[in-house]
């Protein structure tokens, strides 16, 4: 039961991670280069962290690193990837229609959600298999 939690809890925090970060990115980080750098740091540290909630998830409750990694991370930036290209499609059905998009603040954000949510998946293989040479 506290590993299914474990799985839920770290999904949730994962989903919620990645929101703030396209949200903020959606914002700020669009409109300048010195954004976006600082938005990719952002989403690396973001993927550093999963990777460290792993690691202590697995030597506190024992949990499988393939499980944690397909509950926990996978399962979520799939969601978001998903979700980035049906908005995509949407985008662009409305704009070859001739209807003016909603999205006043930047109308890339789709794009932006597929570029984030797989930064952050790279990310977090790139610390993980890093964490784990080192330990």
């Keep these: 039961m506290k590993k299914t939690v474990t799985y839920i809890v770290d999904a949730l925090a994962n989903a919620f991670g990645q929101a703030i970060l396209f949200f903020a990115g959606l914002m700020f980080a669009w ?5 976006f750098a600082v ?5 690396a540290g973001f993927g550093v962290l999963l990777s460290v909630m792993e690691r202590g998830a697995e030597r506190k409750l024992g949990i499988s690193r393939r499980n ?4 926990s991370v996978l399962s979520v930036n799939a969601v978001a990837l998903v979700f980035g290209a049906v908005s995509g499609i949407g985008l662009l059905t409305q704009v070859n229609g001739g209807i003016v998009p909603v999205f006043a603040v930047n109308p890339n954000y789709p794009l932006f959600i597929v570029i984030g949510s797989l930064w952050v998946t790279l990310s977090y293989f790139i610390s993980d298999r890093l964490i784990r040479r080192k330990a």
Aim: net charge neutral; no cysteine.
């Design 31 to 35: 409109y300048s280069v010195a954004g």
């Design 68 to 71: 944690y990694m397909l509950f």
């Design 39 to 43: 938005w990719l740091i952002a989403a």
